[in-house]
């Protein structure tokens, strides 16, 4: 599969949720696509919800591998998976505090599962980040830094989100990360209902702290 | 002008050409999509006036700022950040024909009929794949052959090509962790690469300087710098800790830009242009396209007020594209930092019909490169103000009937 078609699998144009599709880690995948010895692309068992939640979208904060991988299995359930990997690549020998190539197989194995479901065309979304985005440290300054934050202009508004019946958040994370925080509680300040699961246990409602915005 | 739409069975596929073929990779902004559906067309007579103010801009711009570095006194009611003003006196071995100077100019029509300038990105100026590969896509999806478009990426590949040896290294300086930024680079640097340059990809902190020459420190590529092309802006490069930046300022390795940008690039810019015509400057263009532009205490009448340092139309006090709550907590900072602002006349943008009669304002970016017009980056807007939620729209010129 070209890149231009991997991407289509992954962001059908007539899939509600598919403009948020981040085309950053597709734009390397005939070039760069790294092979990794052993790949496991098993199906993960979801444990924090066992059906479509029409009045929920879910972000799913992990290892960007399982990130993925995860995303399919919400797939199965109803739930659009959204990709909103934006980290870029060094160049070739270089080394960087992320391993933003490591996504791309899974991208391709990904659109080759996506392309046997169906979803319907008001799918909720499930969004996938790779929660390594936020490794920043580097052993000293000749490192290529590739570590990126997620901003609000990378979601949906509360506003979008309300329109189209999403009155929860659930983020399926190890916690909730600095930038994320931002994001969520700015939905939380227009009324919406934010939820938390480490992947074990059952969603729960939290409060976001107070966190500085900004206008975007 | 007008807008041409592209049409909707073809759009999906335009998009996807867009990102992959034309280096679109951001085309949502937060509910924004941000590749226009419409295709902008420049009539001959537009694109040329437009071309030659871009000129005559460009050259007034060049001298002032070759007066300034030499008459440092004159900056002073620039009110640059003080890690900058450390650094100034360092530029005074710029030499102009040694490095490429980068710039573009935002035209808008308006309501009179009569084109405005609402600024100069003059550091740091993007947009090079929507001004050079969107356009010819474009042209390709309508399927017409009396239209054609400018290629500022040949034009500046041209420039850099001229200014360092063959197979020359270029440090392509941006944030690092900013896709977007990337994106931009990646263009102009696979081009390089096409025309036999190497290049490389890296972060302020990555290049050093010996003997005011720079060097590239990124592991897998120590090697000498033969241009430095940075898209990092310059109030973020002086943040940049530990302080490896100062050589940027005297360095004898050409770069586009050099950090000379800096006095054109804040918006404060017009308030010394008296002080300047008394030296026997020429700011006549200048004048008539930019509205009024004073100190915010010194505002008196229709003004918006606009951040000294902004860069994509944010903070900019237009109440009819702002929230009322946006709009409030600007006048606050106003208040509160005036100096961080200028206040502008305001000008009535003259917007241009889309499909059912939608209407759409437009802001063509024009650039010039060491003078010269290099080509056209527009974005269009459902509101007044053109900020990072406006779509990006692909210029095309008609071809006069002969």
């Known amino acids: ?216 | 002008m007008k807008l041409v739409p592209i049409p909707k069975e073809k759009y999906d596929q335009y998009k996807i050409d867009a990102i992959f073929d034309c280096y679109k990779w951001d085309p949502q902004f937060l509910d924004n999509n941000t590749l226009s559906k419409y295709v902008l067309v420049l009539t001959e007579k537009e694109a040329k006036e437009v071309a030659k103010l871009t000129e005559q801009l460009d050259l007034e711009t060049r001298q002032a700022e070759e007066y300034i570095i030499k008459n440092l006194k004159i900056a002073k009611k620039l009110l640059l950040p003080s890690k900058i003003i450390k650094e100034i006196r360092k530029m005074s071995n710029y030499n102009p024909k040694n490095n490429i100077r980068l710039t573009r100019y935002d035209f808008h029509p308006t309501a009179n009929n009569k084109w405005v300038v609402s600024e100069v990105n003059s550091d740091v100026p993007g947009g090079f794949a929507e001004a050079s590969l969107l356009p010819k896509l474009a042209i390709q999806v309508l399927n017409i052959k009396d239209c054609y478009s400018i290629d500022f990426g040949a034009n500046l590949a041209s420039i850099i090509s001229s200014k360092i040896p063959p197979k020359g290294n270029i440090m392509f300086v941006h944030c690092t962790s900013y896709s977007d930024d990337r994106q931009v680079m990646q263009y102009i640097g696979d081009k390089m690469e096409e025309n036999g340059f190497n290049s490389i990809y890296g972060a302020v902190d990555h290049v050093e300087f010996k003997d005011k020459k720079a060097f590239c420190i990124l592991n897998g590529y120590n090697c000498n710098v033969d241009l430095i092309f940075r898209f990092t802006p310059l109030e973020w490069l002086i943040k940049v800790k530990p302080k490896t930046w100062d050589g940027y300022f005297d360095t004898l390795t050409p770069s586009c830009n050099h950090p000379i940008s800096m006095f054109a690039q804040t918006k404060r810019f017009p308030l010394i242009w008296d002080d300047l015509e008394k030296q026997g400057i020429s700011l006549t263009v200048w004048k008539k396209l930019l509205p009024k532009t004073t100190e915010v205490k010194n505002a008196n009448g229709n003004y918006i007020y606009k951040p000294a340092c902004g860069r994509v139309g944010e903070k900019i006090s237009i109440k009819e594209a702002c929230s009322d709550k946006e709009y409030k907590e600007i006048l606050k900072d106003v208040s509160m930092h005036p100096k961080k602002y200028i206040a502008q006349e305001k000008f009535i943008s003259k917007p241009i019909k889309g499909l059912s009669d939608k209407l759409y304002h437009v802001c063509l970016g024009s650039y010039a490169i060491d003078g010269k017009h290099a080509g056209f980056y527009a974005r269009i807007s459902d509101k007044p103000r053109i900020d990072s939620s406006a779509e990006d729209i692909p210029v095309i010129i008609k071809r006069d009937k002969i």
Request: glycine letters at 6%; zero cysteines.
């Open chain 1, 1 to 216: 599969m070209t890149k231009k078609e991997v991407y289509k699998i992954w962001a059908p144009s007539n899939l509600k949720w598919s403009n948020w599709v981040r085309p950053v880690p597709f734009v390397d995948l005939d070039k760069n696509n790294k092979i990794l010895e052993i790949v496991d692309y098993n199906f993960p068992s979801i444990y924090y919800i066992d059906k479509y939640l029409k009045d929920m979208a879910i972000i799913i904060d992990i290892n960007g591998v399982d990130s993925i991988k995860e995303g399919i299995s919400l797939s199965r359930i109803g739930y659009q998976p959204i990709p909103i990997f934006n980290g870029t690549n060094p160049s070739l020998n270089v080394k960087s505090n992320v391993d933003n190539l490591a996504i791309g197989p899974y991208l391709i194995w990904g659109a080759t599962e996506l392309s046997k479901i169906n979803l319907g065309e008001y799918a909720n979304p499930v969004f996938l980040l790779d929660n390594n985005r936020l490794n920043r440290y580097r052993i000293n300054r000749s490192i290529f830094d590739n570590s990126w934050d997620v901003y609000p202009q990378d979601l949906p508004s509360s506003k979008y989100f309300l329109n189209n019946g999403i009155t929860k958040i659930l983020v399926r994370g190890n916690e909730i990360s600095k930038d994320l925080k931002k994001i969520l509680y700015r939905y939380q300040l227009d009324n919406m209902k934010i939820y938390f699961t480490n992947g074990y246990d059952i969603p729960r409602e939290i409060k976001i702290g107070k966190v500085k915005i900004e206008n975007s």
